[in-house]
């Protein structure tokens, strides 16, 4: 059996991680990864080998694909679904569990998002679209604070601020609109809506909807939710303060209506479809979908997962109904990240060998010279922690993390802050 896991961050160093655990026994490579994820082979007796593919070069991915005859292609990074590798496979034969770019758009254009739950009655915010400042800014004065901007397009998970006043709107609408900081494009505006977040990340294929366990994101820099917004600075799952009523409710009114939906507008979804919910008043309601496996949810909920991931992913691939088990462990991780992240950061960072850490440690942006690894991006380390309780997790966690730690890293010392 051989894999190709295509990216290079913490999420794809989880997802192979989890994959080198099958049955099966799989041969797996990593497209480009990072110096940290050879670590798996150690861990696991399984073979990884590091691909100098960039994700995004479709064609020489499609080409490795068929020399080294891979079985099955698992992609992490959004960019690389928008490029459409999923239909580039296809056509070739290759098996791969990842959607469309059609199917992608629910992440890759919040307005394509927004239309489709309006059309389907899928709970969302209220919103409109504006790709004119001066229409946009008449929209606010008529609106006030607090209300949520949003880039309607890939911005690396930081496209998104949460307005508190009318002048953090305002200088958002001008970063996006006028100085196109993540290029042309529209904002999405919605109304401001309070309660909980958790994730909800589920397997599909057409209308198999497979719930993995919720985990719950922070998402912001520092300590007591402050800061700018990030990819996120941690993670955890389980989410006691969402009841299980609620993640039936999110399962059976939020997600297969979504699945069934794409394939009413002729884009069937294949992959794992990621609801952003926050449970509100009125209930669940939709903040954001991904069309991958979230980052960092998925450095908690693969751990928690007791069945083969692999035999999951071929399973759903051959229309076969799957009911996955979990651990009862609680997991918690902890992002650290290089001093400045998320804006300018510092770079080459020395750092400890994450293999002297009984914690699970996934690389997030990491690279090797001379036998040494240094920190390769603004996130870089994901340390995680496990116990019967959250509270054993979070505890597990941060012993890892003060072992990791380098005056030039920096991390929240409260994940988990909602539930501990």
Not at 47 to 60: C, G, H, Y
Not at 233 to 253: F, K, L, N, R, T
Request: net charge negative; glycine share 10%.
């Amino acid at each position: 059996m051989k894999i190709l896991v295509i990216g290079r961050g913490g999420r794809e160093h989880a997802i192979a991680w989890k994959m080198a655990q099958s049955a099966m026994k799989p041969e797996i490579f990593i497209a480009p990864g990072n110096a940290g994820m050879t670590e798996i082979t150690r861990q696991t007796g399984t073979p990884v080998t590091l691909v100098n593919i960039d994700e995004n070069a479709t064609e020489m991915l499609r080409e490795f694909a068929l020399q080294n005859r891979i079985d099955l292609t698992v992609v992490g990074p959004e960019a690389a679904l928008a490029n459409d590798i999923a239909t580039a496979f296809a056509t070739v034969g290759l098996r791969i569990f990842a959607p469309t770019a059609a199917a992608a758009q629910i992440e890759s254009s919040k307005e394509f998002a927004k239309n489709l739950m309006r059309k389907y009655g899928i709970p969302t915010a209220a919103y409109r679209t504006f790709d004119c400042y001066e229409d946009a800014k008449t929209y606010l004065d008529e609106k006030g604070a607090p209300i949520v901007i949003k880039y309607d397009g890939l911005a690396a998970g930081k496209g998104v601020v949460v307005a508190l006043t009318a002048e953090e709107a305002d200088n958002a609408l001008k970063d996006m609109l006028l100085d196109n900081r993540f290029g042309k494009g529209k904002v999405v505006m919605e109304e401001f809506l309070q309660g909980p977040e958790f994730s909800l990340l589920t397997l599909v294929k057409g209308e198999q909807v497979v719930p993995l366990v919720i985990a719950q994101d922070h998402k912001r820099a520092y300590d007591g939710d402050k800061g700018p917004n990030t990819g996120g600075m941690g993670a955890y799952s389980p989410v006691p303060v969402i009841p299980q009523a609620q993640i039936d409710w999110a399962v059976e009114h939020i997600m297969k209506p979504t699945a069934k939906a794409l394939i009413a507008e002729g884009c069937p979804f294949c992959g794992v479809l990621y609801g952003g919910l926050m449970l509100t008043k009125d209930g669940p309601k939709v903040i954001e979908f991904n069309a991958r496996f979230g980052d960092p949810e998925t450095e908690v909920v693969l751990p928690k997962l007791k069945s083969d991931l692999v035999q999951l992913m071929l399973d759903i691939l051959d229309n076969k109904e799957v009911k996955p088990e979990f651990h009862e462990d609680a997991f918690l991780g902890v992002v650290m990240a290089a001093k400045g992240y998320p804006g300018s950061y510092i770079k080459n960072i020395p750092l400890h060998n994450p293999a002297d850490l009984q914690q699970q440690v996934f690389c997030m942006g990491v690279k090797e010279e001379n036998g040494q690894l240094f920190s390769n991006g603004g996130r870089v380390l994901f340390v995680v922690g496990s116990g019967k309780t959250l509270k054993e997790a979070q505890q597990d966690a941060y012993q890892g993390v003060e072992k990791m730690a380098h005056p030039d890293l920096f991390y929240r010392k409260d994940i988990g802050w909602q539930a501990v």
